[in-house]
C-alpha cells in the first residue's frame, strides 16, 4: 500500500503544481503592467567589492580563524542578497524582453531578442553562484568567486539600455537608468 | 451507470477518440501539423490505437488473452508517440532560446534518466496485482510509462516557470493536456498496478477515460479555438530615484 501511497501523492502534488503555474502564467500574460517597479536597483561597484578575492585575503590574513569564519559568512549572506536580487531582475527583464519582442520593430525585436538571451544567461549564472554562496557558508574557508555574475549582470546592462533606447528614443535618462539596476 | 459495457462507458471510451481523430484531421486542414508533427501523428495514431483497442474488447473472437497482447503493443506504440512529443513541446518551448536550449536539453534529459530508475525501482517493489504476468505486466508498463511522463512534464513545467519562459498558447495547450492526463493516469495505474481497489476498478477507469476526455477538449480549445496571446508592448519605466541618483553620478562625472 506504501508505494501506491507515495505514488498517489506524487501524482497529486505533481498535477497541483501544474495547475498552479498554468495559473500563474494567464494571469502573467493578462497584465504585463508595473514591470517597471519589481526592477530592484543594484549597486554593481559594492558588490564587485564584495567579491573581490584579494579583499577575502586581506581579511583572512589580517583575523584570527573563528573571527575571519564569521566576518566571511556574512560577507556571503550580503553577496547572496545581492545575487538575488540579481536573478530577480533578471526574471523581470526577460518578461520586459518578451513585451518588446512583440513590437513587430526588426531593430527592437533584434535588442529584445538580445536581453532576453543575456537575462536567462544571467539567470542561469546567479543560480549556480547562489548554490556556491550557500555551499561556501558551510565551508567558509572554500575558494568562492562570482565574478561570472557581474559580468553578465553588466552585459545584460547594455542590451537592456540598447533596448530601452530603442523603445523610446526621446527618454534617453531612461537609459542610464537601467545601469543601475 | 458507473459500470463496464453501460451506455457512459461506450461513450468515454469512443468519444473522445473520435474527437482526437477530428483534431487530427482538423490539424491538418489548417496547416498546423507542419507545425505539431508529433502531436498530430499522436492525435491519428493514438486515436487508432484505443479505437482498435475497444473493438478488441467488444469483439467476441479475440481471447482476453489477445486483448492484453494488442494492449500491451499500443502501449509500445505510446511510448514512442509520448516521447516525441515532449521532445516537440521541449523544442517549441526552448527553441527561441538559444542561451539555455542546451542546459535545458540537458536538465530534462537527466530528469529523465533519474524517472527511468525510480520508475524501474518501483516497478520492482510492486505487489502483482493478477496471476497473470500478461495482465499485471501491462499494469506495471502503465504506472512506469505515467510515471516517466508526468514527472518530465512537470519538470519541463518547472524549468519554464523558473525562466519565466513565454509559452506559446498553442504548446501550452498540449503540455497542460498531456500533464492533467500522465497525473491522473499516474495515480489511478499505481492503485490498479498495486492490487487495490478490486472491487472498484470500473470506478477507475471512468476516471481515466473522463480525464482524457476532457484533456482532448483541452487539445481542441488550445488548437483550434484559442487564439496567440501577444503581450501588450510598452516601456520599461525605471524607478526615480535611480535616475536623480545616476544624474547626478553623471555631473560629478562631467565636472571632473
Known sequence: ???????????????????RLAVVRSLQARGNTGLDAAIRPIDVEAFRNLINPAEDEYLRRRLPPAQYRVVRRERLRAMAAYVQVAASNAAVLVRVGEVALASGDSRITLAAQEVVNDALLLRRNTTVALARIYLALAWPN?????????DRYEQLSGAAMLLGRLQNPAVPVRLSALQWM | MLQAHSFLWHYLWVAPDV???LLGVLMRRRGLHRQFPAFTAFAFLGAVEHLVL????????????????IACAGLLVDIVLKLSLIGEIFSHLCGAYSSIAKLGKRVIQGIGVVLVFVAVGAAAFVQRDNPSWLISGEHLLEQTIFLIESGVLLSIFLFAAYFHLAWSTKTFGISLGLS?????HL??????ANGYMRDQRALLDFLNMATYHVCVLIWMYYLLLAREKSPRASLVRLPEHNLEVL??????LIHQ
Open chain 2, 187 to 192: 495515480a489511478t495505474w499505481a492503485v490498479i
Open chain 2, 19 to 21: 474527437l482526437l481523430l
Open chain 1, 142 to 150: 572554500s575558494g568562492f568567486a562570482a565574478v561570472r555574475v557581474i
Open chain 1, 1 to 19: 500500500m506504501n508505494l501506491a501511497i507515495v505514488l498517489v501523492t506524487t501524482a497529486v502534488l505533481a498535477l497541483g503544481i501544474i495547475l
Open chain 2, 247 to 252: 544624474n547626478h553620478e553623471l555631473e560629478r
Open chain 2, 180 to 184: 492533467i492526463s500522465a497525473c491522473v
Open chain 2, 54 to 69: 475497444y473493438g478488441a474488447d467488444l469483439a467476441p473472437w479475440v481471447t482476453p488473452q489477445n486483448f492484453w497482447r
